[in-house]
């Protein structure tokens, strides 16, 4: 059996193994884009910040490959695929016959369409080249923009401030993570950002990005400009879906899959950041792992495992700030109970139901009772009532 | 028992609580994990965690 997968992240390194572990004897193929070895992505802020060398974030080398026998082909791009001759053809013309085939793609940034946006200077983040890249600029360089205040763009400001002066940090809704904090929570958050060195603006777009040779500055929505010597999008990303697309495999947002992680084409299923499940795009690497391991059973065996979907694990750090979000953090309707403790850099909510079960939670500044909520969330147990009172 | 922190992205191994999501039980040390458990966060291969 000869099996084929195009992408070595996440997702197409666990199914490598997987493969490997299940059938001994078939021929596994990875076909990676990018020219260095597989890297663990959450590890790239820290190389952004220069505390860690790519090396460190790097689990294995190519000799761990060639002893598990997989052709590891680093630099190999698939550039189109033909699933009725059940081949895939690389950007130098060649040929690579598959039995079964997996599209474990990834996504990539998203680059808003405003004037400026490909001028020196501006950069996305997703890869080990785009973090050498900000890097190698980023020397000398003053004042950086981030657009986008989620999870990247807040870890990677925070990256950010250790090369740069000033650091600014704008997004669309009214503070920072707005889907995963309340109002309070997001001012607690903007104000310990700004002891760190970031700058949070919020309700704010940018309209254009400014410069002749490089960016100079970006104009706000608004008409207010912010000088930037260093741009970073961090607006989201969108799953690589156009090999598939031009094969003429079903797609919507992302490479749609059943939940044996097949596509509409015989033979080849999809896994990670470039598939949708039940309308699901999870982007995160516990689900691209899941996924990876179950297509590569499906692969083996046709079938044999199904995908019910991933929980997601909960961060419990952002930009070096303690904090989790659990459940219903800003609920609407419904006679639920809000207990609040506020004080200089902590901010602590609990959402309660009538039987005073923790329904939801934001815990900033609070390292010590993360478990303990975790716990009371997951169990249902009530939460006594003098709980903020013994804080 | 020891708990163990992987060194690229932060997450916690505590043997008491295990790691359902790859099919271990709580209780189970560290050092008893299978070699192809992987941190469930990032990636991370055992050899890339150090004791806490």
Known sequence: MRFVIVGGGAAGIAAAQKLRSLAPASSITLLEAETVPHYLRPGLIEVLAGKKELLGITPYSRDWFEKRGIDYRLGEAAVSLDPARREVFLSSGKAIPYDRLLLALGAEPIRPGIPGVDLPGVFTLRTAADVERIRTWAVGRERGVVLGGGWLGLEAAYALRNMLEEVFVLDRGPWPLPRQLDREGGQVLTSLLRDKGLEIVGETEASEIQGESEVREVVLSSGKRIPADLVLIAIGVRPRIGLAQDAGIATNRGIVVNDFLETSAPDIYAAGDVAEWQGRLYGIIPAAREQGLIAAQNMVEPKSARYAGTNPIQRLKVAGVDLLCLGETQPTGGSFLEEKFREEGRYLKLVLDGERRLRGAVAIGFPELMEKLELLFHEGTPVPKDFLGRL | ?52
């Open chain 2, 1 to 52: 028992m020891q708990k163990w922190e992987c060194t690229v992205c932060g997450w916690v191994y505590d043997p008491a609580k295990g790691d359902p999501s790859q099919g271990i039980k709580p209780g189970t040390p560290f050092e008893d994990l299978p070699e192809d458990w992987v941190c469930p966060e990032c990636g991370a291969p055992k050899d890339m965690f150090q004791p806490l």
